[in-house]
């Protein structure tokens, strides 16, 4: 893993590095071969101001390259392991319900990658909640102050390791 020491480091089960690094395989190989043929069949129909195809072709493939250096990003500050340990410390990799604000909230923490199709909430370790609970144990209260201004309070209630 080569990463410059200012970069943050994102935690990854192998199933969900595997995942990333198909998709990525995917989008440079097949998918992006795909978005050209479809380019060049619209370019073939005349003129390219009213071509809906052809510009709608042309903005899959720009979300299609974004998407490419997301991921080769993220795969190269990519730290592959094991769930963390069942320990009750807030961690990457941790399944975390805490009292935020008054309100029960379950979320990972980490990289929304771990969390794959689900729609479970995700903090990231650089979000102020994600700084603020990183190593904190069940049962420690705290306070964040949120990007508005705002102290919020926290209580964490318990830490998993999370499992897809």
């Known amino acids: 893993m ?3 020491s200012n970069e943050p ?3 990854l089960t192998q199933e969900a590095y595997d995942r990333l690094n198909d998709e990525l395989t995917f989008l440079s190989g097949p998918g992006r071969a795909e978005i050209v043929a479809r380019i060049e069949q619209a370019r073939s129909e005349g003129d390219l101001k009213e071509n809906g195809g052809y510009h709608a072709a042309r903005e899959e493939q ?3 390259e974004a998407r ?3 991921l080769k990003d ?3 500050r990519a730290h592959v392991g094991e769930a963390p340990a069942d320990d009750g410390i807030v961690e990457p990799g941790m399944l975390v319900v805490a009292n935020i604000a008054g309100d029960e909230t379950t979320f990972l923490f980490g990289s929304r990658e771990v969390a ?3 729609d479970l909430e ?5 979000s102020p909640i994600g ?4 190593g904190a144990k069940v049962g420690d209260k705290l306070t964040y102050v949120a990007p508005n201004g705002r102290d919020i309070k926290v209580e964490i209630i318990s830490a998993k390791p999370y499992s897809a």
């Open 131 to 134: 700084v603020a609970v990183h």
């Open 2 to 4: 080569s990463t410059n």
């Open 116 to 118: 794959g199709d689900t």
């Open 9 to 11: 480091v994102v935690w």
């Open 62 to 64: 720009g979300k299609a």
């Open 68 to 70: 490419i250096l997301y």
């Open 122 to 126: 995700v903090y990231s370790e650089q």
């Open 74 to 76: 993220l795969l190269r």
